[in-house]
């Protein structure tokens, strides 16, 4: 076990919408020994980060989460915010580096948030997959109960983990052709596929005025995992899952690839509750069938 | 004594009076902005500046006592069209109050509802927790809103939090509570006509007669 103790930022449509999400994030952190403090009275955290760089009132959201996450960490002896949420954690990590790099706007942040302690940018503001990564895959691989052989997967990254890319930046890893949810699956024994479409765009918020966009380009990233006969497409991000399977329901079942979070397939190899839908989990097994360790 | 300006014209007052006294104090008659005088229905809703300072503060006029160099000024009315809905045809979830609210989506977390509050909400977290999916922490937050509408005023996103919350609180109650017993049983006896003839004969008193029983009334201990 590893036993250690880290900030956790939930996020709202993470919370409202895909709570399979988090159960099964909370299902591996288990078996790894790693217990998640949620940040107390996080707000929302603006959803889209501000491309004004003046425009400081878009990021009190932000800033409130971190003086809370400040606050809690200071108790429990952490400085590490972990979020799951590809666009809470775009949104905050990027916040926190203008509050870190820019002097002026911290000081002006905490001149107008004059109900609660002054933020002091010492927070490391890291996604779940870089937490995952800096524990060691090998440890995965050490607690997994069910080997992942013979599986295919699509990793996806979308955008919010990807960009915008600068040194000690926002991407989890290089921008052009990441491979750390590769490792990952792969130290789980799965088969990663040849996916080139895993850093694009899904379409993001067009899904809410013009669902056509979404819908074009979504084929194209289903199309891609599928001509590699991927079983499954592993997403990141609330946003991108809801755009993915709105794709998904526009094409032919034959065409379809099912999509669920890389919570959920990790879970299924610790041997943990994966919070899949039953057909879906049932598929897997079939695939990996026979390779149960345990 | 205390020198206080009510828009804009300075008035020299006891100290101890309240915001709401002084004005009367002074001369001024309420016609309205002036309710329960007890701190209950948010009708006296106050803003007001001190010297030497930014902020900008809000209470009820019924319950600040005045300060030396209080700037006051009451708003008689909050502009507002209460949505409606049907709570019968509604879920207990905070998806529901945001479809009836979609403003409450553009919270910025600035907090300066909470600052407006004269009942010490944390009216910020309560929108908060709308969006994180706490409706329980929502309605728990929010259970001594008078409506008075100071949130809504200062809120750069226009959100009218009073409104948000008493959706809330009636889909909580609704849903989330179990019925009081006492209560389903009064309803009950109300709509069996239980006291019927007592109200009539009431209806029906001459004034002297009634203001004489009024003085009799039992009061609460």
């Known amino acids: 076990m590893i036993a250690m103790e880290v900030l956790y930022y939930p996020g709202c449509s993470l919370r409202n919408t895909y709570p399979e999400f988090e159960k099964s994030t909370y299902e591996i952190c288990g078996k790894l020994g790693i217990e998640l403090v949620e940040i107390p009275e996080w707000s929302c955290c603006g959803v889209v980060p501000s491309l004004a760089t003046d425009n400081v009132m878009r990021h009190l959201g932000a800033v409130r989460s971190l003086i809370n996450a400040q606050e809690k960490g200071r108790e429990i002896g952490t400085n590490v915010v972990t979020i799951l949420c590809s666009m809470c954690y775009n949104v905050l990590k990027r916040v926190n580096l203008i509050l870190k790099e820019e002097p002026d706007m911290l000081e002006n942040v905490n001149n107008f948030i004059d109900d609660q302690p002054n933020y002091v940018p010492e927070l ?171 | 004594m205390a020198t206080i300006y009510i828009m804009g014209k300075a008035y020299r007052v006891p100290n101890t009076l309240t915001i709401m006294k002084a004005i009367e104090y002074v001369g001024y008659r309420f016609i309205r902005s002036c309710g329960c005088r ?95 999916g706490d409706l329980q922490d929502a309605v728990n937050l929010t259970f001594d809103c008078i409506s008075c509408g100071a949130c809504s005023i200062r809120c750069p996103a226009e959100i009218t939090q009073y409104q948000v919350f008493q959706l809330t609180r009636r889909l909580y109650g609704k849903y989330e509570t179990t019925p009081a017993k006492h209560l389903m049983e009064r309803v009950k006896e109300i709509e069996e006509g239980s006291f019927h003839d007592e109200v009539s004969k009431l209806i029906d008193m001459d004034v002297e007669e009634l203001k004489e029983l009024y003085k009799k009334r039992e009061i609460e201990k």
């Open chain 1, 124 to 294: 490391r503001v890291i996604h779940f997959l870089t937490l995952l990564k800096e524990i060691g895959f090998e440890k995965l691989e050490e607690k997994a109960k069910k080997s992942l052989e013979n599986l295919k997967v699509a990793p996806y990254y979308g955008c919010a983990l990807l960009r915008p890319n600068r040194p000690e930046g926002v991407s989890i890893d290089n921008p052009d052709n990441p491979v750390l949810i590769e490792s990952l699956v792969r130290s789980l024994g799965a088969d990663p596929v040849h996916f080139p479409f895993k850093g694009e765009c899904c379409g993001n918020y067009h899904i809410v005025l013009e669902p056509g966009i979404v819908e074009m380009r979504t084929r194209k990233i289903i199309s891609s995992a599928k001509s590699e006969k991927a079983d499954l497409i592993l997403s990141p991000c609330p946003l991108c899952t809801y755009n993915l399977g709105h794709g998904n329901e526009r094409l032919d079942k034959s065409e379809q690839v099912p999509v669920v979070f890389f919570t959920q397939l990790l879970a299924l190899a610790l041997g943990a509750k994966s919070y899949l839908p039953t057909e879906i989990e049932d598929q897997i097994l079939k695939k990996i069938g026979g390779k149960k360790s345990d």
């Open chain 2, 38 to 132: 007890g701190g209950f229905c948010g009708a006296c809703t106050t803003f007001y500046r001190v010297k030497n300072n930014y902020k900008l503060h809000v209470d009820l006029a019924c319950q600040k006592r005045v300060e030396d160099g209080m700037y006051i000024v009451q708003l008689p009315f909050i502009p507002a069209e209460k949505p409606k809905w049907e709570l019968d045809k509604m879920k207990p979830t905070t998806d529901e109050v945001i479809r009836v609210f979609p403003e409450i989506t553009r919270c910025l977390s600035c907090n300066v509802c909470t600052q407006a509050c004269p009942q010490d909400i944390e009216v910020m977290r309560a929108i908060q927790a709308l969006r994180r």
